[in-house]
């Protein structure tokens, strides 16, 4: 008899425990990103005349080969699914390519500061921190009531122009 009311409670618990819905990001946060693109260089050499030595003919550099931090105060809305951000970008080339002799001249930017402010659409899911068109594997943290205390995310992605990048990031709520 026992028994049966063991197993009658253990099934009306299991059946009465419905999905957890996904965590959510919602109110305020702080925001950290890291970005890394990477850069392609192509060497080509040729011989010189009689001499036989080799010379460098051109160089190509195809991808960004950036390097960037993000740190913003974000604003989660569930409901409306935006998050408005304001904070600051820093982001510059990881080589800087300077040109001299016959030809002179740089390919590259050096790294600055920049405000960053806007709204985009988000979602989540379990596993999954969406921002625009960019899905991230995302890990969630802290949950109380079904809102995220902290979310870390990250992913690889290639840009319009071909350039790999990878990003990794974290919210913390206030």
Same mark, same amino acid.
């Given at each position: 008899?026992?028994?049966?009311?063991?197993?009658?409670?253990?099934?009306?618990?299991?059946?009465?425990?419905?999905?957890?819905?996904?965590?959510?990001?919602?109110?305020?946060?702080?925001?950290?990103?890291?970005?890394?693109?990477?850069?392609?260089? !192509?060497?080509? &050499?040729?011989?010189?005349?009689?001499?036989?030595?080799?010379?460098?003919?051109?160089?190509?550099? %195809? $991808?960004?080969?950036?390097? +960037? /931090? %993000?740190?913003?105060?974000?604003?989660?809305?569930?409901?409306?699914?935006?998050?408005? !951000?304001?904070? #600051?970008?820093?982001?510059?080339?990881?080589?800087? #390519?300077?040109?001299?002799?016959?030809?002179?001249?740089? &390919?590259?930017?050096?790294?600055?500061?920049?405000?960053?402010?806007?709204?985009?659409?988000?979602?989540?899911?379990?596993?999954?921190?969406?921002? $625009?068109?960019? !899905?991230?594997?995302?890990?969630? $943290?802290?949950?109380?009531?079904? !809102?995220?205390?902290?979310?870390?995310?990250? +992913?690889?992605?290639?840009?319009?122009?071909? %350039?790999?990048? /990878?990003?990794?990031?974290?919210?913390?709520?206030?």
């Amino acid at each position: 008899m026992k028994r049966i009311f063991a197993t009658a409670a253990i099934t009306a618990a299991l059946l009465s425990t419905s999905a957890q819905a996904a965590p959510v990001l919602s109110g305020k946060y702080i925001v950290t990103v890291q970005t890394l693109c990477q850069l392609n260089s !192509v060497y080509e &050499f040729h011989a010189s005349n009689t001499l036989g030595d080799e010379y460098m003919r051109s160089l190509g550099v %195809t $991808g960004s080969g950036k390097a +960037g /931090m %993000t740190l913003l105060e974000a604003t989660f809305n569930p409901t409306k699914g935006t998050v408005q !951000v304001a904070g #600051f970008d820093a982001d510059g080339e990881l080589d800087i #390519f300077h040109l001299t002799g016959s030809k002179s001249g740089q &390919f590259g930017s050096a790294i600055a500061e920049t405000p960053e402010t806007g709204k985009q659409n988000y979602t989540t899911t379990d596993t999954t921190f969406t921002i $625009g068109d960019l !899905v991230l594997h995302a890990l969630y $943290g802290q949950v109380k009531k079904g !809102v995220a205390g902290l979310a870390a995310f990250q +992913g690889a992605f290639t840009q319009e122009d071909g %350039t790999h990048c /990878m990003e990794q990031g974290r919210a913390e709520k206030e």
